[in-house]
C-alpha cells in the first residue's frame, strides 16, 4: 500500500471516529442571523471540537421548539424571544449573551433601476410605484414595515398591492421571479440570496433594528460545547463577518 493511500485511509478513519464520538451541538436559529452563522459554521465546529446540526426559521416558526425546552443546545433568536425564555427558565440566564442588530432593507432583483430610497418621500413614491412588494408574514420585521406603511399614510393602498409569504427566502423568491418589485425584510437576509441586490435600508425616520441574542437550553445534554458556541459567536475576530453581512456586532 502506498503511502498516499495509507494517509488517506488514516484521514478517513480519524474522521468517522471523530464524526461518532463527536455528538453534534443541536442549534435552532433565526433566519436573520443564517448568513453570519453558515459563514462562521466550518470555524465554530473547529473551535468547540463539535459539529453542528442547525435548524433555521423565523423566531415565531421556531418557537413551538424553543419553548419545550428540548430537543437542542443552543438558541438563537431575537432579544425579546431569549427573554421570554430565560424567564420560562428554557435557557440558562448566565450563557445569555446578545450578538447583534440588523435594519431593515429594501431589495429587488438585480440589475433593476435603483430608486431613491434615502428619503422618507423617496421611498413613499417607490411603495406606492410598485406593482407589488412582498415581506415575511411572520417575520420580525412586518411589524416595523406595516407601521411605516401606517405612518406614511398608505396603508391601505399597500394592503391591495403586499404578498405576504412564509418566511423571507419564500418573500426573496417572489422578487427573484418578478412577482413583486420589492422585499421588505432584514438585510442580513436579502444579501445571500442568488439575483437579488440591496437597494438601500429604510430611510432613518421609519428604521427599525431587530436584535439577537444566544443562550445555552437548561436541558442540554452538551452544555460545555454548547457554552463554547456562544461565546465563539462573540469573538472580536468575528465582528467583519457581521458586517459583511449587515449586520452590527454587539
Known sequence: MTQ??????????????FSAAAQPV??????????V??????KAEKS??????IEYGSTTMLRPKLDSGEGYDVAIVTTPAMDDLVKAGKIAPDSRLDLARCGI?????AGAQKPDIKTGEGMTQALLKAKAVTYAEDGASRITVEKMFARMGIADQMKAKTILEQGSVRSAGRVVKGDADYVLTLISEIL?????????????EYQGYISFAAGVAAKSPNKEPAASLVKFLVIPENASIYKAKGMEPR
Do not use: H
Not at 445571500?192 to 432613518?204: N, Q
Open 26 to 35: 443541536r442549534v435552532l436559529a433565526s433566519n436573520g442571523m443564517r448568513a
Open 37 to 42: 452563522i453558515e459563514d462562521l459554521q466550518p
Open 4 to 17: 498516499r493511500r495509507i494517509f488517506i485511509l488514516a484521514a478517513t478513519l480519524a474522521f468517522y471516529s
Open 192 to 204: 445571500p440570496i442568488k439575483g437579488l441586490e440591496v437597494i438601500g435600508p429604510l430611510p432613518a
Open 48 to 53: 468547540i471540537g463539535r459539529p453542528l446540526s
Open 105 to 109: 432593507g429594501v431589495g429587488q432583483r
